[in-house]
């Protein structure tokens, strides 16, 4: 049994199936068309300080809200800065806010997913019903109310959307390891000894990653729109430091005089959220075991 246990995680296997799955990816054209969609927005946000044609916070009365021309590719907003700019900076909140939240939510669901499924008895009773509980409430609307009760701030938007995306990981890990605990390389693992802690990390968590990567990449993307109705709100990214979804509630007084200042941010979020859906709809497909080659 301790042979079936170590052959499941054979290198060789593994390194087929992992060529074999980028190759389903790479032939897939939307999921490369989210992935180039990802980069750019990731390299934008890195790369703010040298691609910003201005400084994002810094006010010009004498350009406010100029439609877009050769010196404002975007126009400016109602301060007169630069909106290319606060573009380009506010994919480092938004971007910073979807993936943080996210690993928040990995690193606790995670863990309770797998305590529940594994050992099942009273911590699955326990973990399931708070489970439960949590996901009773309407993501948006927890969201809302835990970034209310702790605070405006980026920081605290992304402790907020965790928390609130976190239930989804536990229930899928929790899921995932109902299947695969009773197969012959985990009954074989607790044959041989090993603690359940170690069957856990060695054998069990490997064996469930691929659904969770997938609902990882998706739920970034219901992130970055949270942390933009957070923000729009007036719970995430503060002023004057820029955001899309507070450029977003600062451009609804002026839709009929500078629309450009709404349409921009909207491509924006749309776009990146765009862009992390077919990448999640990609690696789904690449990572299934039971799609044809």
């Not at 380009?88 to 993936?99: E, K, M, Q, V, Y």
């Not at 009273?122 to 973990?127: K, S, T």
């Not at 835990?146 to 920081?155: I, R």
């Not at 170690?198 to 729109?225: F, G, K």
Request: proline share 6%; hydrophobic share 55%.
């Amino acid at each position: 049994m301790a042979t079936v246990a170590k052959s499941v995680l054979d290198p060789d296997a593994w390194h087929w199936w992992q060529s074999r799955g980028v190759k389903k990816f790479v032939a897939n054209r939307s999921a490369m068309v989210g992935a180039v969609i990802v980069l750019v927005f990731l390299m934008l946000a890195i790369l703010a300080p040298y691609l910003a044609p201005y400084s994002p916070v810094k006010a010009d009365f004498m350009a406010v809200r100029h439609a877009p021309d050769a010196a404002h590719w975007l126009g400016t907003d109602e301060l007169g800065r630069d909106i290319l700019s606060r573009l380009i900076w506010g994919a480092r909140a938004s971007l910073l806010a979807g993936c943080v939240s996210v690993l928040i939510a990995m690193a606790i669901g995670v863990p309770l997913g797998l305590m529940a499924g594994y050992w099942r008895g009273i911590w699955d009773g326990i973990i399931s019903r708070v489970i439960e509980a949590l996901l009773s409430c309407p993501f948006l609307v927890l969201a809302i109310a835990l970034g209310a009760f702790l605070g405006p701030s980026l920081t605290n938007a992304m402790i907020a959307i965790g928390v609130s995306v976190m239930p989804i990981f536990a229930r899928i890990t929790r899921a995932q390891v109902l299947n695969i605990r009773n197969e012959e390389y985990i009954q074989g693992a607790r044959a041989i000894g090993l603690p359940d802690r170690w069957i856990m990390i060695r054998y069990v968590l490997p064996n469930v990653l691929s659904p969770i990567v997938v609902q990882a990449t998706l739920a970034i993307a219901s992130a970055i729109i949270t942390e933009a109705s957070l923000s729009f709100l007036g719970l995430g990214q503060q002023p004057p430091s820029p955001s899309w979804g507070a450029m977003l509630n600062t451009a609804k007084s002026f839709l009929e005089q500078a629309s450009w200042m709404s349409i921009f941010p909207g491509i924006a979020i749309f776009l990146t959220v765009q862009g992390f859906n077919l990448l999640g709809d990609g690696l789904r497909d690449a990572l299934d075991p039971r799609s044809s080659n």
